[in-house]
C-alpha cells in the first residue's frame, strides 16, 4: 500500500503569494498598459530563468536580462523597479500571515511548545529544579525592556504600512473563515483596492523625516501592537506559571515596559533638542490617555450592573457618588457612575499632561489624577466589588487588562532614555568650569586630574552655571534638554525618564562629566542620582577594558554612592554597530562576550547588580538576528537582572505591526530572558577554557585580516564609495540623523547603519562574515586537526553556534555575481578589480569553512523555511540590484535629474524590502 503525500504545510503561503502576485499584474496591467505590464512580466520571468539556470544558460540569461533593463528610460524604469518593490511588500505580508497561520495550526494540533514559548521555557526551569519562588524573586529585581530607536533605515512610510496591515487583515479573515460567493467577491474587491491604492501612493517622502515624525511613528506600534498585547502577555505568562507549578493565584509585577529614544537621543543628532523632548513625552502621553479614556468608556457600557441586583462595596458606592452624576437613568448603576467620574479625571489629566482634548466630552467636571497610582486604586476599587458579588469573571475581558497597562504604561507610555556623545559632555563641562573659574582648560588635564576634580565639583552644593554669563549654542542646548528632562520627572514620574547613557564612553570621568551636569539641574546631589548613569562601550578597544573602567568608577565613593541611591543596580550598554565596524564580525561578537564577563566579574566584586543594555541593530552586522537565540548564547550571569535592548529601523515593522507576531515576539524575549536568567544554557563545564582560547585566537586572526582590507588598504574608502550606493543612501529621506559624525568622510567617522546599509544594497553584506575564513585559515595551519575542536564548539556552544548561524544567513543572502556588478562601478578599474578579488577569495573560504564547522552541505539546511523564503525573492531582487547598477552608473555621469535620483532612491526601498534588512 503506497504511503500518502505528505501535506505541504507550505501551499496556503502559496496560494496567498500567488493571489497577491495576481492582483499586482491586475493591478499593474489595468495602470501601466499592455505594454508595460508586457514589459514587466518579460523581465519577471527572464528573471526567474536567470536564477534557475547554471553555466551558459546562466549566463545567456543574464543577458538576456541586461538586453531587457538597460535601454528602458527613466519613465519605464520607475514602473518596473515599483513593480518589483511591491512584490517584495507582498510577499512579506504573506510570509507574516502564513507565520500567524502555522503557529495556529501547531495551537489547534495541541503540539508540544517550542523554543520561544513561553510554555517551554518554564517546563525547562521546572525540569532544572527551578522553583516558583526562584521565579518570582528574579521577577521582582528584574527589567525586560525592548527601546525603540529610530535610525536611518526605516524605508517604509506609514501611508504604505497601514494599506499592507489591512491586506494582512484581509488574508487572515480569508484563511479563518468559509466565506460566501458574496464575502468572496468583497474579498477581491477589497483586495484590488488595497493594492491599486498602494501602486498610487508615493513609496518615498519628498522631505527628509523630521524627529516629530519619527516619534509618531514609534508610537503607532502602541496602537498596533503593545497597548493589547503587553496586557495580554502578562495574563498568559500568570496562567502558564499556575499550570506548571499547580497553584491557585500568581501575580506577576510589572517586570517588562517599553523603551524609547525616541526624542531624546541626540548623539550625532543636531536636531533633538529641548522642545522635541517635551513633544516626545507629551505625544507618549496622549496615545496612553486615548487608550485609557477609550478603555473606560467601553467599560462603563459594559458594568450595567444594578443595585436592585447587586450589593456593591462601600468602597465602590463612595467612588460612584464622588462622581456627581446626576444622570436618572443611572442612578441605580453604581459602576456607571464611578467611571463617568473616572473618565472625568482622566480627560482632565489628559488635557494637563498631554495637552489633548478627548473625543469623548466628559459629563461631570473632576480633578485630574496626580499620578497614575490614584487611577490604578479606582480600578482596583471597581475590581474588588464585583469580586465581592461574584462578579469577578466581568473583570477579565477589559478590566485587567486596562489594570496591567496602567502599570506598564503609567501617564507615560514608555521609559524615555536620554543619549549623548561623550565628547559633547566633554567640552560643555569645560565650558562650564572654565566660565566658573575652576579651571581654564579642563580638556589639558590628564584622567586622574579630572576625576579628582569632578569628584570634588559633585560634593559641592554650588552650581557651575550661572544665569548671568552666557555660553556656547551647544553647551545652552545641552544644559536646556537636561532641564525638561528635570520637569519630565517631577510632572509623569521616575519611570518616565530613568537613563541617561553616554555613547563612546571611554574614562570614568566620561561618568562623573555626565552626573555634573546632571547636578546642575537638580538631578544628582552627593550620595543621591535621579536617573541611571548608562555608560556606552562600542569600540573593540573599549569593550576590552569596560571591566576596569567600572572597577575604578565603583571604587570612587562619590560614583558608588551614586550607584547604592539607585538600590545597587547599574545598566551598562554594549555597542554591536561601531565594534563591528571597527573591528568585524568575529572580533566584534567575541569582544562583546568577553566584555560580558568582565562584567559579571567585576559586579560581583563590588556588590553591584548587572543589567546589561544590547545595542543590537537590524542586520547580523550590527548584532541582529533572532533574539531569542542571541540571549540564550550570553555567557553566565550576564542575563540575571533582566535586559535592555535597542529595536531598530524596519525591524520594528516587521516585528511589531502585526499584533499576533508582536505577541510572539514580546513572548519569546521574555521565555528566552527567564531562562538564560534562571538556567545554565551554556553548560561548558571544563571545556570552557579551552573555547574560550579557541576564540581568543580566532578573533585575533579575523581582525588582523578584517582590519588589513578595510583600514589598512589604499583607497579601500575610495571603493567602498564607488561600489555601494553609501552617498545616495545619505540623500535619502528616511531618517532626521544625519549619515557620518560631523563633515568627515572617514570610515571611523560614517554612522554604523548606512556602512552596514550599503553593504546589503549591493550583496556583499561584508559586515556579517568577512574576516571569518582567513581566521579558519591560519587557525588551521597551526593546528591542522582544530577543525574538530570547532565543530565541537558549534555542537555545543550555543555562543558560537548562534554567531555561525547568523553568518549563515548573511551568507545566503549574500550574492558575489550581482557584487561584482557593483565593483564595476569604481572608476580605477585596477582599484576596483583588486579588492574585488579579495572579497571574492574571503567568500569563498568562508564559505568552505562554515559549511565544514557545521556540517551542512548547504546554507540555511537547518532553516529550510528561510531557505526557501530567500530563493523565492531573489529573482524579484536581481532585477532591482541590476537597474540600480545602471543608475548609479547613469546618475554619476551626469544623469542627476529629479526622476533618475528618485529611481534610484526606490531600488534602496525596494532591495531592503526585500531582503527584510537594511541596516
Not at 491586475?26 to 520571468?45: F, S
Request: glycine share 6%; proline share 5%; net charge neutral.
Amino acid at each position: 500500500m503506497n504511503a500518502p503525500n505528505p501535506v505541504d504545510k507550505d501551499l496556503p503561503l502559496k496560494e496567498d503569494t500567488r493571489l497577491l502576485g495576481r492582483v499586482l499584474g491586475e493591478v499593474l496591467r489595468a495602470q501601466t498598459g499592455a505594454d508595460g505590464y508586457a514589459r514587466i512580466e518579460a523581465i519577471r520571468q527572464t528573471a526567474i530563468r536567470f536564477r534557475r539556470a547554471s553555466g551558459p544558460d546562466a549566463d545567456a540569461a543574464r543577458q538576456d536580462l541586461a538586453a531587457l533593463l538597460n535601454p528602458l528610460p527613466i519613465a519605464a524604469v520607475l514602473d518596473v523597479v515599483r513593480a518589483f518593490s511591491y512584490f517584495s511588500h507582498l510577499a512579506n505580508i504573506a510570509e507574516d500571515v502564513h507565520q500567524n497561520r502555522r503557529r495556529r495550526a501547531h495551537a489547534l494540533a495541541g503540539s508540544p511548545a517550542r523554543p520561544g514559548d513561553l510554555a517551554d521555557a518554564l517546563a525547562k526551569l521546572r525540569h532544572a529544579g527551578v522553583d516558583l519562588d526562584a521565579i518570582a524573586g528574579w521577577l521582582g529585581d528584574a527589567l525586560i525592556s525592548p527601546v525603540l530607536t529610530a535610525h536611518p533605515t526605516e524605508v517604509q512610510r506609514k501611508s504604505i504600512l497601514d494599506v499592507e496591515r489591512e491586506i494582512a487583515r484581509l488574508l487572515t479573515w480569508r484563511d479563518r473563515t468559509t466565506l460566501t460567493p458574496d464575502e468572496l467577491a468583497e474579498l477581491a474587491f477589497r483586495l484590488h483596492a488595497l493594492v491599486l491604492e498602494l501602486w498610487q501612493t508615493a513609496m518615498l517622502r519628498l522631505t527628509r523625516l523630521r524627529v516629530k515624525d519619527e516619534v509618531d511613528n514609534g508610537l503607532a506600534y502602541y496602537r498596533y501592537t503593545f497597548l493589547a498585547e503587553i496586557p495580554r502577555m502578562y495574563a498568559s505568562l500568570e496562567r502558564l506559571l499556575r499550570a506548571e507549578f499547580g497553584v491557585a493565584a500568581v501575580a506577576v509585577p510589572a517586570f517588562f515596559r517599553m523603551g524609547s529614544w525616541i526624542g531624546g537621543d541626540r548623539d550625532g543628532n543636531p536636531f533633538v533638542v529641548a522642545e522635541t523632548l517635551t513633544y516626545a513625552i507629551r505625544a507618549q502621553a496622549g496615545v496612553a490617555f486615548a487608550h485609557y479614556l477609550d478603555e473606560v468608556h467601553r467599560l462603563g457600557g459594559e458594568l450595567s450592573l444594578s443595585t436592585r441586583l447587586v450589593t456593591p462595596s462601600a468602597e465602590l458606592s463612595a467612588l460612584a457618588g464622588a462622581a456627581h452624576d446626576t444622570n436618572p437613568h443611572r442612578q441605580d448603576e453604581p459602576y456607571r457612575q464611578a467611571l463617568i467620574g473616572i473618565y472625568a479625571r482622566l480627560a482632565a489629566t489628559a488635557r494637563e499632561l498631554a495637552d489633548i482634548e478627548p473625543a469623548r466630552r466628559s459629563q461631570v467636571e473632576a480633578p485630574p489624577y496626580p499620578s497614575p497610582q490614584e487611577f490604578r486604586a479606582d480600578l482596583d476599587t471597581i475590581a474588588a466589588s464585583l469580586a465581592m458579588h461574584g462578579a469577578a469573571e466581568l473583570t477579565v475581558r477589559r478590566l485587567e487588562p486596562l489594570r496591567r497597562a496602567v502599570d506598564v504604561f503609567g501617564f507615560h507610555l514608555a521609559t524615555i532614555d536620554l543619549r549623548q556623545n561623550s565628547d559633547v559632555h566633554e567640552e560643555t563641562v569645560a565650558e562650564l568650569l572654565a566660565r566658573a573659574g575652576v579651571v581654564a582648560d579642563y580638556a589639558a588635564l590628564p584622567e586622574a586630574a579630572r576625576v579628582t576634580l569632578l569628584a570634588r565639583e559633585l560634593a559641592s552644593p554650588r552650581l557651575l552655571h550661572s544665569p548671568h554669563l552666557d555660553y556656547s549654542e551647544r553647551s545652552a542646548s545641552e544644559l536646556s534638554i537636561l532641564r525638561v528632562a528635570a520637569g519630565i520627572l517631577a510632572q509623569y514620574g521616575r519611570d518616565a525618564l530613568q537613563n541617561y547613557v553616554i555613547s563612546k564612553c571611554q574614562s570614568v570621568s566620561d561618568l562623573l562629566e555626565t552626573a555634573v551636569l546632571l547636578k546642575e539641574v537638580g538631578l544628582a546631589m552627593p550620595g543621591r542620582l535621579s536617573v541611571n548613569i548608562v555608560p556606552l562601550f562600542e569600540t573593540i578597544d573599549d569593550l576590552s577594558r569596560c571591566g576596569t573602567i567600572m572597577r575604578e568608577a565603583f571604587a570612587l565613593p562619590a560614583y558608588r554612592a551614586f550607584v547604592a541611591s539607585r538600590g545597587d543596580w547599574q545598566e551598562v550598554m554594549l555597542g554591536y554597530s561601531d565594534s563591528n565596524k571597527d573591528g568585524g564580525y568575529v572580533t566584534a561578537n567575541w569582544a562583546l562576550y568577553r566584555a560580558e564577563l568582565q562584567l559579571v566579574d567585576a559586579f560581583r566584586e563590588h556588590g553591584v547588580g548587572l543589567r546589561l543594555f544590547h545595542g543590537r541593530g537590524g542586520t547580523v552586522g550590527r548584532g541582529g538576528g533572532p533574539s531569542h537565540d542571541a540571549i540564550l548564547a550570553q555567557p553566565a550571569g550576564s542575563v540575571s537582572g533582566g535586559l535592555r535592548l535597542t529595536e531598530q529601523g524596519e525591524i520594528i515593522a516587521s516585528k511589531y505591526s502585526d499584533a499576533e507576531l508582536g505577541r510572539r515576539n514580546l513572548e519569546s524575549l521574555v521565555a528566552a530572558t527567564l531562562e538564560a536568567s534562571l538556567h545554565d544554557a551554556e553548560r561548558l563545564g571544563g571545556r570552557a577554557e579551552t573555547y574560550f582560547d579557541a576564540l581568543d585566537r580566532l578573533s585575533a586572526h579575523a581582525y588582523a585580516a578584517y582590519r588589513h582590507l578595510v583600514y589598512e588598504t589604499p583607497a579601500f574608502l575610495d571603493y567602498f564609495r564607488a561600489s555601494t550606493p553609501i552617498s545616495e543612501i545619505s540623500e535619502l529621506n528616511i531618517g532626521s540623523r544625519p549619515a557620518s559624525r560631523g563633515a568627515s568622510a572617514r570610515i571611523e567617522d560614517l554612522r554604523a547603519i548606512p556602512w552596514v546599509f550599503s553593504w546589503g544594497q549591493c550583496r556583499l553584506m561584508l559586515p556579517g562574515w568577512y574576516g571569518f575564513g582567513s581566521a579558519i585559515d591560519a587557525w588551521l595551519a597551526a593546528a591542522p586537526d582544530g577543525m574538530a575542536l570547532l565543530a565541537e564548539m558549534h555542537a555545543r556552544w550555543p555562543f558560537f553556534r548562534s554567531m555561525l548561524s547568523n553568518m549563515g544567513m548573511v551568507l545566503a543572502k549574500t550574492d558575489l555575481a550581482i557584487a561584482s556588478r557593483y565593483a564595476e562601478l569604481v572608476p580605477d578599474r585596477a582599484l576596483g578589480a583588486s579588492v574585488f578579488a579579495r572579497i571574492a577569495a574571503e567568500h569563498e573560504r568562508t564559505l568552505r569553512h562554515f559549511l565544514a564547522i557545521t556540517g551542512q552541505k548547504s546554507l540555511l539546511e537547518d532553516n529550510p523555511t528561510l531557505a526557501r523564503s530567500i530563493r523565492n525573492r531573489f529573482p524579484y531582487l536581481d532585477p532591482l540590484n541590476h537597474l540600480q547598477v545602471e543608475l548609479l552608473r547613469r546618475y554619476r555621469a551626469g544623469a542627476t535629474d529629479v526622476r533618475s535620483r528618485h529611481a534610484i532612491h526606490l531600488t534602496i526601498n525596494g532591495l531592503a524590502a526585500g531582503l527584510r534588512n537594511s541596516g
